[in-house]
């Protein structure tokens, strides 16, 4: 019998077992197996010339894409070999950058196209929406390398890189174990400062990263084994089925709200393991603090405090899904400042963030209520700076318990409406309409009055008095004296 039906077998029979997928069991030991490759690399790899690591890492990684997806895996060297292509033809032009873009984007689209369906799967397509940025970033990297330094800000002058990377390069970049299947993203520049030992340079002992890789690893299972108890009693089904329905509004709200916090798990639980992952390897190096202690949270993609403690989306967005957001925001939303209009450049970014994610229209509706939300928040900010009587009430210290609460409950109730289409492709609209299309009204219906609403609310800043009249009346004397 062949080796690989009968590790399907014992994968499925486990996956069965622990009431998994067997695609998602699979991608777990994916992710599980870059700990020995970290520290092989770590313990035996390290000192060696970048030419062996770029290998070790190019093999294994395709191996582990190997293992998941057969010879899918195809699709992404063909894609890494075309990005070598066009910067070795077209050099860092402009030209170069729109063909990269472009290219990648319509093949990830096509590859969604092909292999999508009405649920989530793990397919090919999945990773390979983490190779399209990391490739589309690459370019964009030494189109700014071939500018005048004045010419970029701090981030572009960080990452630009001046020479065009081998092929062998961007293989080990693009196939590294710890960020090919779900990320995190990181820079080529990142990479070869790592695999030329800068980094070992820097901290003095790249050994040094091999605690804080198992902290992070800790809290990856940790929050593995939440998502995986939770999921037992509030899973997508319970949202789908037609119990949820006969139940009262307050506990369908109740029911979605934890819903959502628990899906959120299976996120933050996979982004803490790679993230383990390459902290454990050498690759998150990020110099020191203020103290002097070494920092190895260069690939952090997750704030847990920060996640657990929010009391607005502005919170969720600053501690969730960090590299990507981060990614957009310097690749795309920046670089639209040309358009001179903040909330068209954010709306751009999200529209690529939806389209980034896949074809179905339930990605497009999550992050249009990310739109609607964020601006909601920007005008309640506004308010709380500029109204006095609501600036009054956030800036008493007594009642900083009671907007602690109400900002929880806030965040909690429309959580699962805004994450809801992210998951339920075709059944989102149903539990909107469980939910009396709650987040439309609140959010969209205030993009309609706050036109109205907020000059009404903010008091005009008074007019300056002329210059003579400010002034007191001895300096009016003098100056009449003077003239």
Avoid at 50 to 60: D, G, K, N, S
């Amino acid at each position: 019998m062949d080796d690989r039906v009968i590790q399907n077998g014992i994968l499925f029979s486990i996956a069965q077992a622990i009431g998994a997928p067997e695609q998602a069991l699979r991608l777990l030991v994916s992710i599980l197996l870059g700990y020995p490759i970290a520290l092989f690399n770590c313990f035996y790899l390290r000192h060696k010339s970048a030419i062996v690591q770029h290998l070790f890492f190019t093999i294994t990684g395709i191996s582990i894409g190997f293992f998941n997806f057969g010879w899918d895996i195809g699709h992404s060297f063909g894609c890494v070999l075309v990005q070598y292509l066009l910067i070795k033809i077209l050099s860092g032009t402009r030209i170069c950058v729109a063909l990269s873009f472009t290219f990648h984007m319509t093949y990830l689209l096509l590859g969604y196209y092909q292999t999508g369906t009405d649920t989530y799967d793990i397919k090919w397509s999945m990773p390979h929406c983490v190779l399209t940025l990391r490739l589309i970033g690459l370019c964009l990297d030494y189109y700014d390398g071939r500018k005048k330094p004045d010419q970029l800000n701090a981030h572009q002058k960080k990452m630009a890189l001046v020479e065009a990377p081998s092929l062998l390069e961007m293989c080990g970049h693009v196939y590294f174990p710890g960020g090919f299947l779900v990320g995190p993203q990181f820079s080529m520049k990142r990479y070869l400062d790592f695999t030329n030992n800068v980094y070992e340079k820097e901290s003095g002992d790249i050994m040094q990263c091999i605690k804080p890789g198992l902290i992070r690893a800790g809290l990856g299972f940790f929050y593995l084994a939440l998502y995986q108890v939770a999921s037992n009693f509030i899973s997508d089904a319970v949202i789908t089925s037609e119990t949820f329905y006969e139940h009262t509004f307050i506990i369908r709200v109740v029911l979605v709200g934890l819903w959502a916090k628990i899906s959120l798990y299976k996120y933050i639980s996979c982004w803490l393991l790679t993230e383990g992952v390459c902290t454990m390897s050498g690759l998150t190096y990020n110099g020191k603090d203020d103290k002097g202690r070494h920092l190895w949270n260069g690939c952090a993609n997750v704030k847990l405090r920060v996640f657990e403690n929010a009391t607005r989306f502005g919170h969720l967005i600053q501690s969730f899904n960090l590299n990507t957001n981060a990614w957009v925001a310097e690749y795309i939303y920046k670089r639209l400042r040309f358009l001179g209009n903040r909330s068209l450049s954010q709306a751009i970014a999200l529209f690529f963030l939806a389209a980034w994610h896949g074809l179905h229209m339930g990605y497009y509706v999550c992050f249009f209520m990310e739109l609607i939300v964020m601006l909601f928040e920007k005008d309640m900010e506004v308010l709380a700076a500029k109204n006095p009587a609501i600036h009054k009430v956030f800036n008493n210290p007594t009642l900083a318990p009671v907007r602690w609460v109400i900002g929880k409950l806030y965040v909690f109730c429309f959580m699962g409406y805004c994450l809801a289409p992210f998951t339920f492709f075709s059944d989102y609209w149903s539990i909107y309409g469980s939910l009396y299309y709650m987040g439309f009204v609140v959010f969209l219906g205030w993009r309609f009055i706050a036109p109205f609403l907020l000059p009404r609310l903010i008091p005009r800043s008074p007019r300056s008095a002329p210059p003579s009249e400010e002034k007191a009346p001895e300096e009016l004397d003098q100056l009449k004296k003077k003239q």
